[in-house]
């Protein structure tokens, strides 16, 4: 059986939690980083020696790094319907999932500590609202995605990308700032919030 370590409230464990449900992955999951076990003690440096979460043990393979994690699973585990195996749709595919992962996620990251963590060392006022205008520009970016797709964000069907895309979507919509209207992306949560897997792991109230 696969084990994850890592919280259940982490955004980059929620993914893998959210991919395994859309496979019928049977798991099962150690609480480790804020609030649990420390992922700086030796036990999980032996398994990721960056000290973050998520980490996947798959009998003896051993994997860190969350859009790797999920781009293993689909690609072991029968995934061929979320990642594409034609070399164009898996690029497309790739392309949502490394931006999220650089561009959209770094921008969030200051106001994020700042808004919602309440982070003594993210108190820079001018800081913040550099991250919530370079924040806003990528949801805009995606924003005109879906309006191209009118449905996920490489075109009708489900894939890989949205998970990432769509756990970003909800951390979005639930800090608290001036939100823009995105009626594509608005529309979009809709859409992702037909899943169950997207309602246990997605839109459940968890920033």
């Known amino acids: ?39 700086r003690s ?12 998520p980490v996947l043990i798959d009998q003896e393979f051993v994997l860190w790094q969350s859009n790797s994690i999920i781009r293993y699973l689909a690609n072991q585990y029968t ?15 790739d392309q949502w999932i490394d931006w999220q992962g650089i561009e959209l ?4 990251t200051y106001a994020l500590m700042h808004l919602v963590r309440d982070s003594p060392l993210h ?6 609202e550099n991250s919530i205008q370079t924040w ?12 191209k797709t009118q449905a996920f964000v490489t075109g009708n069907e489900f894939t890989l990308a949205d998970i990432p895309i769509g756990l ?24 992702l919030s037909q899943r169950p897997a997207y309602l246990r792991w997605g839109n459940n109230g968890q920033n």
């Open 1 to 39: 059986m696969l084990k994850i370590l890592g919280r259940a409230d982490s955004i980059n464990v929620r993914k893998v939690l959210w991919l395994c449900d859309e496979l019928n992955l049977a798991y099962e999951r150690e609480d480790w980083g804020r609030g649990f076990q420390s992922p």
């Open 79 to 93: 995934g061929e319907k979320l990642y594409s195996e034609h070399p164009q749709k898996r690029a497309l595919i």
């Open 105 to 108: 996620n770094n921008s969030w």
């Open 123 to 128: 108190q820079d006022k001018i800081q913040v």
């Open 136 to 147: 806003t520009k990528n949801m805009e970016i995606l924003d005109a995605q879906l309006g």
């Open 42 to 53: 030796p036990e999980f440096i032996h398994f990721n020696p960056n000290a973050t979460i």
């Open 168 to 191: 970003s979507v909800q951390r979005w919509l639930l800090t608290p700032l001036e939100h823009p209207v995105l009626d594509n992306v608005q529309k979009y949560y809709d859409l």
